[in-house]
């Protein structure tokens, strides 16, 4: 009778745990690719870019292989599938850039700002739907004169803990007039902290080593909303921009998000057009295995 | 009597042991799967246990084949996916079934030399039983894990409990001679 028992409670334990782990298998998985929601502002011209993330199953039999945005036939298409990998998931990204595809075919020349809120998915069993992303902003640049830039980039950084700053050296007086962005309100709310520093260095030794001294430094650390407009730079003034995404909530930590601030210049002469320097910030997602694993649970509600 | 034992250990050993040249196993499991079936069907008469275990290898003989002609299912696992309910159902079905041959098996030698108390062959076969159905018992719990444990984690347990089968299973090769030696002389003195 002993036997039987002991016999009875181990079936009872294989029954539990194989039931058990096909219930928790099954409820993260993912029966379809599903994109991330992408806040992103892109200057559509070559060199600049955008990436477009989804969470696929790794045993899923449909795959996404490519993506096709409506009426901007001649953008390039890079997939990168497995960008990340999890347990269950992978996390791809497809990566969209405006320089001349190997094709040939030119990139659609856009002068007018526009927003791209779905894609057309293709998939590997030679089906397609149309997918909602999120935003693309495609904001043309207003003031093209690179060849009499009066500021020039010198460095920058960015850093996998989403912070990063431009370094920038002013080559002849103008002031700043004024900034902007798609996503200005992230500021307001504090969901990303911008600061400015602009130190005060003489001609010609503007890209020495040591830290500035008091006397040098004319703006240290200001929040960039703060900034007291306009702000003149005179030759040889050095002007940091520095940010760092301050995302507090986990759904917004699943999200990408792009922008291009743009700083405004006038002449300080005035005899000159205006101008802007242009300033990448971008916010890729990381997750962990836990946060996968939460964000896959809600989507699966939400499919 | 004795010979069927012979045939059912040479059976176990021709599938516990893969020697694989170029892909191609020199000891294929069909092989294995026939002489155990075979020898338990010339046992089958002695115990309903020996009938239970023959019928298991049958199914296996027939699982086995099946595997040669179609090929194994993708084992997502060893590929770094994590398997599919299907792989994850054959290889319970396999399980099962390879626990009931060993049940059977040992069980029968047990009903067949209960009343023999001079070698304790029954005695053995209850400790190889006992042991097998443990570390088997375990290997059938901990596998769905596969499922949702990290893979290298996985990979060790069941490589450690795998280990632990294969010894219960040479322990019951190693009674199933002892049960063959002992009928043959039990035979030899008729």
New interface residues.
Partial sequence: MRGKWY?FL?ML??AG??V???W??QA?RLERTVFLEHYIEVIPEAGDYFDLYYLED??LERKLIDIYIEGYPGLQVSPYPNYAEY??QSLGKMIVSFDSADSGQEPPEIKEPAVIRQVTALYSDGSSEKVRIGEIHLVPRDHVNRDHDPIQWTSGAGSSDHSGYDRLAVRRPVNLTGLSSVYMSMVEEGDLLVHADIVKRTPGISHRSEAPSEAEIKLSGVPILDLPLPVRLNQGDSVKVAYKFNLSSPAKRMQVYQLRLRLEYADAEGDQAPWQSVHHFAYYPSPTEREITEYVRERRGAL | MSSACYRIAWGLLLVLINVRVGGLDLLPDPLGYLLAASGLWTLSERSRFFQAGGAAALLLLIGSIARMIVGEPGTGFLNGLPPTILELSLRLLDMLLSTLLIYGICKGIMSSFSGESSLNIAGRARVCLGWFMTVQGLWLASYPFTLNVDQDIMAFCLFILTIAVMISQAAVLLMLRAAGRSWREMEERK
């Fill in positions: 016999y181990a334990l294989i745990s194989w058990g782990n096909i928790y298998d993260n790794k045993r347990r269950k």
